[in-house]
């Protein structure tokens, strides 16, 4: 077990071997040192893109001070032997979920064990509580960040939700804004960028952000340009609709003259596996070679994670969500719904279509001790276990027995093809659109039960790099860490360059792998052997396994509108 002794007033180097690593500390008081950690003979990858070269790296006060050779004379407190061992930045989650679970649980293990340094979030806004959330209102921000200021394992930053911002203003409802009410929600969303917001999002496939009309959002997001604002959307369609739903963030980003991201871009519909993936990339590639700047970022996985909502139409949620829920309640309804789920054309993001079926369609959480015995199991068996004769039914009395809660699902929609195609632009980085464990080893805040929320970036490399072969291990580690920062405007971390913020992965290569599957999700990857966050040593691999020093060096990450 590695141990670091102090003996104060005295000269001692004391070595210690853990995972072929050699340690080296000098204990004695801080003016000693050059260095608070030296990292010698690693293989360095930068960040951004450039083939690997041995290197040593000096870390002093948090950022990274000399790079390349550093004399056998110079001191540290901590000097990592890393012969062998890929040296990379810190690796960013560039669609983080951690808003409601990073306040609960500081030390954020799930992400630092597979060398996630840095997460952006806010897809769906800022709120607190697991449970019973509550968005967190612009004005009240600075206090939301304040509290993750100096007390997160991880650097966090995250957008503000122009979904939550139209909810405040109108309410939970199906109809448009006016253009008095368009200012206002605009002006909601202005307060959240001078208080520190990374951009704005939507997400609407959801209600009730999947009412918003296109037109409705261009004049807001024209009104909160001028802030540093950046525009990042689960777009309205990822099926069929998906080409038209790309076209629409861009034309978002035209309008209003701002960057655009696309949050986990993926053709999620089955029968047209290979057919619309190419169209999307073309329109990307077209509207970048325009001057527009528009980027992506996703997973490796073909299942999604989400609500089972995903299966019910529209328009069953157009006075709310609590509507929605009675409507599911009345027996009288379930025809017509039944007719508009298997329809076969739906004119709707039907995730049980885009599945290809109940049998590709699992239970991920269903937030309700009646049904959770059934987590993990595809809706087609617990339909035959439970009695019911359509699955549909099923689905829709899980969601009425979890209400309030949303109970959550795993759709196997995505095709691989279609992801070796969208992971080979340069353009594309990497999000786990998951959270930050609530516990050591439990799931994430969100409560999708997924095993990208423990895998994510170690896949990418396993999948992409070692066993595809389209990528690069330094073009994997661009996405990751240079290409993520760039894109979202992180001008001091993500590349390893003297005077930016130190965050380091250290790894071996042949070991790296992800571990977690759909059946057992919560299982760290392995081939990690430490994880640096703002120079100072957060997780290390302690006898083969990952260890939390506790430490909460972690800063909050501002966006470029903050005042």
């Known amino acids: 077990k590695c141990a670091i002794s102090t ?4 000269f001692l180097a004391v070595i210690f071997v853990c995972s072929s690593i050699v340690i080296i500390s000098y204990s004695d008081t801080a003016s000693q040192y050059e260095y608070d950690i030296l990292i010698r003979g ?13 290197s040593d790296i000096a870390i002093l006060d948090g950022k990274f001070v000399k790079i390349g ?8 407190k901590y000097v990592i032997k890393a012969d062998g061992k890929y040296v990379t930045p810190g690796w960013i989650d560039s669609q983080d979920q951690s808003v409601p679970s990073l306040p609960v649980n500081a030390l954020a293990q799930n992400k630092l064990f597979q060398g996630v340094t840095t997460g952006i979030a806010g897809e769906d806004g800022i709120w607190s509580g697991i449970e019973t959330p509550e968005f967190i209102d612009a004005d009240d921000l600075p206090k939301w960040f304040h509290k993750l200021e100096g007390n997160i394992s991880i650097n966090f930053g ?9 909810v405040k203003v109108i309410g939970d409802t199906s109809r448009r804004p006016t253009d008095t009410e368009i200012k206002e929600i605009a002006n909601i969303l202005t307060i959240a960028m001078k208080k520190g917001a990374m951009g ?17 959002l261009q004049k807001v997001m024209k009104l909160v340009a001028p802030h540093g604002a950046r525009y990042a959307s689960h777009i309205r369609d990822e099926g069929i609709g998906f080409v038209n739903s790309v076209k629409e963030a861009i034309d978002i980003g035209r309008y209003a003259s701002i960057p655009v991201e696309i949050f986990h871009i993926k053709g999620a519909y089955r029968p047209l596996w290979g057919v619309l993936m190419p169209k999307v990339l073309d329109l990307v590639e077209e509207a970048r070679d325009e001057g527009l700047s528009v980027t992506a970022n996703l997973y490796p996985y073909q299942a999604g994670g989400t609500w089972l909502e995903m299966c019910v139409p529209p328009w069953v949620f157009e006075n709310g969500y609590q509507a929605g829920i009675d409507i599911l309640r009345d027996a009288s309804n379930r025809d017509r719904l039944k007719q508009e789920l298997y329809s076969g054309n739906s004119t709707w993001q039907n995730y049980y279509e885009a599945s290809g079926g109940w049998d590709n369609v699992l239970l991920s959480d269903a937030n309700t001790q009646k049904y959770k015995k059934y987590n993990g199991m595809d809706f087609s068996t617990i339909a035959n276990i439970a009695g019911f004769s359509d699955a ?7 969601m009425i027995e979890a209400y309030p809660a949303k109970p959550s699902g795993l759709y196997f929609f995505t095709g691989m093809e279609d992801m070796k195609m969208a992971v080979k632009r340069p353009w594309v980085s990497i999000g786990s659109d998951a959270g930050s464990c609530v516990v050591e080893g439990g799931s994430d805040g969100i409560n999708i039960i997924h095993p990208r929320s423990y895998g994510t970036f170690p896949k990418i490399i396993r999948v992409f790099v070692k066993e595809e072969k389209i990528l690069t291990l330094p073009d994997a580690i661009r996405k990751m860490t240079g290409l993520a920062a760039s894109k979202l405007g992180i001008f001091d971390r993500g ?6 913020w130190a965050d380091v992965v250290v790894f071996d290569y042949d070991e790296l792998s992800d571990t977690a599957t759909y059946e057992t999700p919560f299982v760290y990857p392995t081939g990690i052997d430490y994880v640096i966050v703002n120079g100072v040593i957060t997780a290390k691999r302690v006898d083969g396994k990952m260890v939390h020093t506790g430490a909460t060096a972690g800063k909050v990450i501002y966006g470029a509108g903050k005042v």
């Open 495 to 500: 590349v390893v360059a003297e005077n930016l």
């Open 200 to 216: 704005i999002t939507t997400a609407l496939t959801y209600p009730p952000a999947l009412f918003w009309h296109t037109q409705d």
């Open 158 to 166: 995250s957008y503000y939700s122009a979904d939550q911002a139209k």
């Open 392 to 398: 549909a039914d099923l689905v829709w009395d899980i």
């Open 69 to 76: 050779f550093i004399s056998n004379d110079a001191t540290a």
């Open 42 to 54: 690693g293989k360095l990858i930068d960040g951004t893109g450039s083939p690997w070269t041995y």
């Open 7 to 10: 003996i104060i007033g005295r």
